[in-house]
């Protein structure tokens, strides 16, 4: 796994999260924020942590944000200082930002403005959470951005035969990747390879097919 320059502004919970785990997974991380307290609780969890104030653009430039290949803008509340804070890494030549959006409104905003990834948390959470609920056997959603999505879903009784059978791709429009079974990892599995009850599944498909599979399954 490359190395990847990684630069975190605002030290809050979820910024702290992403720092320390991007640390953690062997990236070099700054973390920055105007809150002493904040970069002080960080200090010995990633590669340097500092004082600064994003949203001056001078202060973002002597730190060399353009220079990073990740800069994560996890500003919480102060909606300003955020979108200020997203221009400023744009305009220094940061190659890819994500920034956190409170609301609809801040990433309609950021957007604009050229953020390359905006993500509400919460929000996404939340969605993730009910979707869990609702259709319990699938176990975790990847969203590839595009309208497709990986899926990983647990096989039920609907689910059971042989993969020419089931004719997954033809019925739903949904594509096999991979089958997990007593922790033995089948990749690209053969039309003529059968499913069982409690087998794992990854699938690929647009958003529109995975959800007409997710309704078949919770009939």
Do not use: W
């Amino acid at each position: 796994m490359k190395t990847k320059q990684c630069l975190v502004i605002g030290l809050g919970r979820f910024g702290t999260a992403v720092a320390t785990t991007l640390y953690e997974m062997g990236h070099e991380v700054v973390a920055v924020d105007h809150n002493e307290e904040n970069v002080e609780r960080v200090m010995n969890l990633v590669t340097h942590a500092a004082i600064v104030d994003a949203s001056d653009e001078r202060a973002l430039r002597s730190i060399g944000v353009g220079d990073f290949d990740v800069v994560v803008v996890a500003i919480g509340t102060d909606v300003q200082a955020n979108i200020l804070a997203t221009m400023n890494a744009k305009s220094l030549g940061a190659a890819y930002v994500v920034t956190k959006a409170v609301d609809e409104m801040a990433r309609r905003v950021l957007e604009r403005i050229g953020a390359d990834l905006v993500i509400r948390p919460e929000h996404d959470m939340g969605v993730r959470l009910a979707r869990q609920i609702a259709t319990p056997n699938i176990v975790d959603t990847l969203d590839l951005g595009g309208d497709y999505a990986i899926v990983e879903i647990e096989a039920n009784e609907r689910l059971k035969g042989s993969l020419r059978d089931l004719n997954l791709t033809g019925r739903f429009g949904v594509q096999i990747i991979a089958v997990s079974r007593a922790g033995k990892i089948e990749v690209t599995p053969r039309a003529e390879d059968e499913l069982r009850p409690h087998d794992k599944l990854v699938l690929i498909g647009t958003s529109h097919n995975i959800d007409e599979l997710r309704r078949y399954l919770g009939e």
